[in-house]
């Protein structure tokens, strides 16, 4: 059978798999950090590229062979390229697509570090940065300038859950010659396919919905073409931000999985929007299966369900959010999200706490916002849950 033809679903659970001489189900963990040669001259090949043997693990290993194999297969990609975290992958992309005195445009509504590395220590190198709403594309249009090498978007965007229109950035990105990419974190492959809307390269915290259990962080790159590919690769091994074969194994056990878990989160999540979106304490919800997201019809064209991240702003603001945090119980007071369990946390002084206040007004991530993560637990515990804890407030 032909797995890179075969379903999604067929592609989770056999995607990138080895044939090994005991004939495992699952992928063996080679750990170890270098390989033999067969002789001197197998050596030289293999340095010269002639030959495709391995070599050291920061460049490549046949665990996290398999485990990139599998994501490429899911993204539709020509390649991927696996990495030691989310934000390891963001900053490789950042310094194999840029050069000092390049100019990057990005949502402005992005996973905080993402942003605060560009802003705080790669200013520093001449990498300059426009932070933009970019649901807006005449605003996309405005911020690009002559040395403007790269569009970055976060769709849904952490945390606000504002939905940017790829094909629309595409579009924009391929009209200027820069390229296009997409932190597909939120979405992860099973609802959202960047590269098939135009994006040149698309990244993952695999930490969130890829690994799905909150053991692991780690990162993932797909690009759409072997040159970007090769590109960005090299920069990687030269940057030693490589995975760890151990960890890719737990990745590639968490990720066959993924469908189930998305299926579930998502039936919940759209069960608590409603829930908090008729409740009397709340002020506002934000989800991309509720009709009233600013969004939602393009939410509905470019991703194939609508996720398990809700933000929602009570009446009374972040006074009320500290006592609603303070007394839920099911749901983990903590950052991260994506895994099996509910979590809940308050973006303004915790994921994003680095932003500035002006810059996070601006974005929209405002005090009284706060981020649900949801998970697989039951339905009613996960909204008793919830009511105990608003009705302190
Ligand atoms: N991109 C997005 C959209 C993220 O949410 C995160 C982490 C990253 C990149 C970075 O990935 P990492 O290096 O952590 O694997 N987001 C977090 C969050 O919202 N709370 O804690 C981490």
Redesign the pocket.
Known sequence: MNIEKSSFNTKLIHAGEIEDQFGSATVPIYQTSTFSFKSAEHGAKCFSGEDDGYIYTRIANPTIDALERQVAALENGYGAIAVG????A?TTIYLSLMSSGDHIVSTDA??G??RSVMEKQFVRFGLESTYINTTDAETIEKAIRPNTKVLYI?TPA?PTIDITDLKACAEIAHKHGIKLVV?N??CSPYLQNPLDLGADVVFH?M??FINGHADI???VIITKEEQLYKQIRNMMVLMGCNMDPHQAYLVHRGLKTLAVRIDRAQENAMKVAQFLENHSKVEWVKYPGLKSHPQYEIGKAQMKGDGSMISFGLKKGFEAAKILMDNVHLALLA???GGIETLI?HPASM?HAKVSAADKQKAGITDDLVRFAVGIEHIDDIIDDLKNGLEKI
């Open positions: 975290s989310g934000m390891a963001a992005i996973y570090p993402a976060e952490n932190d974190t939120f915290s930490t969130k962080v780690a990162g950052v991260s999200l946390q994921t």
